[in-house]
């Protein structure tokens, strides 16, 4: 069956760094456009970034451009969010997730906390 499992949230301070990993399972992962949500506490989940099938087509929100780069290695089934300059905005949780016609997949989650 379908998996997307996220890892590397953690605690980090204003202008810290982290990178998230999803590994894909269950699906032809380079066949499909990948990308990263979040969810802020008592807020909506918002797109942060996609990746096209082979990489070179990304798109950014704007309250993330130029601070984090969405990369993917189809080798390995894995998308990657690398998050520079980090912000105590850029707390929630980070969601990977595709399409594949009317369905919607999701990770479970992992936990990204900015503060000092």
């Known amino acids: 069956q379908v998996q997307l499992v996220e890892s590397g949230g953690d605690l980090v301070q204003p202008g810290g760094s982290l990178r998230l990993s999803c590994a894909a399972s269950g699906f032809t992962f380079s066949n499909y456009v990948m990308s990263w949500y979040r969810q802020a506490p008592g807020k909506e989940r918002e797109l942060v970034a996609t990746i096209g099938v082979y990489g070179g087509l990304t798109n950014y929100a704007d309250s993330v451009k130029g601070r984090f780069t969405i990369s993917r290695d189809n080798a390995k089934n894995t998308v990657y969010l690398q998050m520079n300059t980090l912000k105590p905005e850029d707390t929630a949780d980070y969601y990977c997730?595709?399409?594949?016609?009317?369905?919607?997949?999701w990770g479970q989650g992992t936990q990204v906390t900015v503060s000092s």
């Open positions: 997730n595709f399409r594949a016609g009317y369905s919607n997949y």
